[in-house]
């Protein structure tokens, strides 16, 4: 018997017992992204905005605009801020359905999201095929695809499975910032599914472009390119966030933010 083997048997259950067990230390120790706290905020102050990179945090008319789908967790507006408006966090379920609960709004009762393909997707709730397409990634987002699979997260224990064929696949999954290059093969492979199929923005690129939105190579991720079910930023988002996002679309979870509130 090979020493692996022993050392696995040796070291029991590794997989962890979450979704199906709630634990708020999923991933002890790993930034999210930056909270807002509004009451802090600074008039006349726009140190955060200057810091963005991807210009996630605008400032007009002497009001702050904040976007989570731009937003690569660097962390540098939480650096610069004098106040304290801007805070380091451990929020990371960032998945949501509607594009527009990710950007900051001062109401709470943001409009709640679409309803997705009529019910259909209530057939879907205990299985799901993704079908990978990687768009003009840096491969952060590939490395923590791949974790998925591995004994902690075991993304199988959930149903869902990832497939080489877009034939036999319920879910497009995309990364990367979707270059024009990228755009004929991506497109062939949507067309390429059967229905009822769903379409999932994994990480900041997919989400708006990331830092390289707008520019020679690509315009602003999947916007105006496919209808998007699901939108997960992140640069990248880690494993449980993905689970996250994929429970959210089989309405196996709730979604935890809404008007670029977070609920924890």
């Known amino acids: 018997m090979p020493l692996w083997t022993l050392f696995g048997l040796n070291r029991g259950l590794a997989t962890t017992p979450w979704p199906n067990k ?3 230390s999923m991933q002890p120790g790993v930034l999210g992204l ?13 140190d955060c905005a200057d810091a ?24 540098l507006c939480t650096e610069a801020c ?16 509607d594009r527009k609960d990710l950007e900051w709004t001062d109401a709470l009762n943001s409009p709640l999201a679409r309803e997705l393909k009529n019910g259909i997707l209530k057939h879907f ?3 799901l095929h993704i079908r990978h397409v990687d768009a003009g ?7 923590e695809l ?23 696949a319920d879910l497009l999954l995309v990364t990367g910032s979707v270059t024009y290059a990228m755009r004929g093969p991506l497109l062939e492979t949507w067309n ?54 994929l429970l959210l679309l089989l309405d196996r979870t709730g979604q935890k933010v809404h008007g670029g509130r977070y609920a924890s």
């Open 82 to 97: 004098p106040s304290q408006a801007m805070t380091p966090s451990n929020n990371w379920a960032f998945g949501v359905r």
């Open 22 to 24: 709630a634990d708020a």
């Open 192 to 245: 390429a599914m059967p229905e009822p199929r769903w379409v999932m923005a994994t990480g900041t690129c997919a989400v708006s472009g990331g830092i390289t939105g707008g520019g020679y190579s690509c315009a602003h991720g999947l916007e105006g390119i496919l209808p998007v079910d699901v939108y997960l930023p992140g640069c990248p988002p880690n494993p449980a966030a993905i689970i996250q996002a």
């Open 52 to 75: 963005c990179l991807p210009k996630a945090i605008t400032i007009a008319d002497r009001n702050l605009h904040l976007d989570y789908g731009k937003c690569i967790g660097c962390q």
């Open 34 to 46: 930056p909270q807002y706290h509004p009451e802090q905020c600074r008039e006349d102050c726009r």
């Open 146 to 168: 791949q974790a998925l699979n591995n004994p902690f997260y075991n993304l199988h224990r959930l149903g869902i499975f990832f497939t080489p064929s877009p034939r036999f």
């Open 137 to 143: 990634s840096c491969n952060g987002c590939e490395s």
């Open 125 to 127: 709730k205990r299985s």
